[in-house]
């Protein structure tokens, strides 16, 4: 099987892997042909900035992304300093997802707010025009600068995406951003509805989405080692609207029939995976990044470096 057109496929390097295997693994995923290494900054892992600009110093080609970064976690200001900096160093590779984080995590370090939409559009807006240069006074309900401007702005800006999933969220994402990452449970059709939500506040930028991912010669041991991490996230009923979509209902309640689970993860063969990948290619996904969801994630990572990418015609 082979398609016409593919997004850039990313890899995440998982919260729960200690740093120093990061190296190795950054160098991996270029060799490999990757398009992007990414990181999620979740408490109490290791951070998103640190984490990147490793990666950065021991690749030379692979874009490198932070998603999710909270929005609520640092002063934009010196998010910008530290993201400027990364993306002078190596200019064109950098990518920045930010989001609201989890909420019982921010409770836990006092940066829960009570409006975290708001925050995140006042965030994105004065980080994107912070990163453009321009001098930045705002005083809102959450971000407050007054005539702030970067030192080092970056040559080339990175591009930010929000990570959200209600009508509301992705309607903010469309007006401040360059487009949305979409979490695991993201269908094709959850896809195509994103992009219709986005547009209808004026929004024409990107859709990503992480894609738990599972490969093997046997399809019925993959799906098994897939099922329980992608009923995990459904039950954490984060994603009404997505599990809706997925058929599932509202309340994640809905049986994850074998069909379902493979409309929304990477799971089975390596011809299951490039069909899965071709149908949100299709929905309008434009970025893949597959992330943990087998025993051994680093060999389904292997396998699709090297039986997908050729059915993928690269």
Do not use: C
Not at 76 to 101: E, F, H, Y
Not at 200 to 209: D, M, N, Q
Not at 239 to 264: R, V, W
């Amino acid at each position: 099987m082979t398609t016409t057109t593919t997004p850039r496929i990313g890899v995440r390097f998982e919260p729960g892997w200690p740093p120093e295997d990061l190296p190795e693994f950054a160098r991996w995923a270029e060799d490999a042909g990757f398009d992007e290494l990414w990181f999620s900054e979740d408490l109490p892992w290791a951070g998103g900035i640190a984490m990147a600009a490793t990666a950065l110093a021991v690749t030379s080609r692979i874009s490198v992304g932070i998603g999710l970064l909270p929005a609520v976690t640092r002063n934009v200001a010196t998010a910008a300093m530290d993201i400027a900096a990364l993306a002078r160093l190596p200019p064109g590779r950098v990518i920045i997802a930010l989001g609201n984080g989890i909420l019982a995590w921010m409770g836990e370090i006092g940066a829960r707010v009570p409006r975290p939409l708001v925050a995140l559009e006042e965030t994105t807006v004065a980080l994107r025009r912070l990163l453009a240069g321009e001098t930045v006074s705002v005083d809102g309900s959450y971000v407050h600068l007054e005539h702030v401007t970067l030192g080092f702005p970056p040559v080339e800006s990175p591009k930010i995406f929000l990570g959200t999933t209600g009508p509301v969220g992705l309607r903010v994402t469309g007006r401040s951003s360059d487009g949305v990452l979409l979490p695991e449970l993201a269908t094709p059709d959850a896809v195509r509805w994103a992009r219709e939500q986005m547009a209808s506040a004026g929004g024409r930028g990107e859709t990503l989405l992480l894609a738990m991912t599972s490969i093997g010669d046997d399809r019925a041991q993959a799906l098994a080692e897939l099922r329980p991490r992608v009923q995990g996230l459904i039950d954490l009923r984060f994603f009404d609207k997505l599990t809706e979509i997925a058929g599932l209902g509202a309340d994640g309640s809905g049986e994850l029939t074998d069909d379902i689970l493979q409309s929304l993860a990477i799971g089975g063969t390596p011809e299951d995976a490039a069909r899965t990948v071709a149908a949100w290619t299709e929905a309008g996904a434009t970025r893949i990044i597959i992330v943990s969801g087998a025993d051994d994630p680093r060999t389904s990572y292997r396998r699709f470096a090297d039986d997908v990418f050729p059915l993928l015609g690269r």
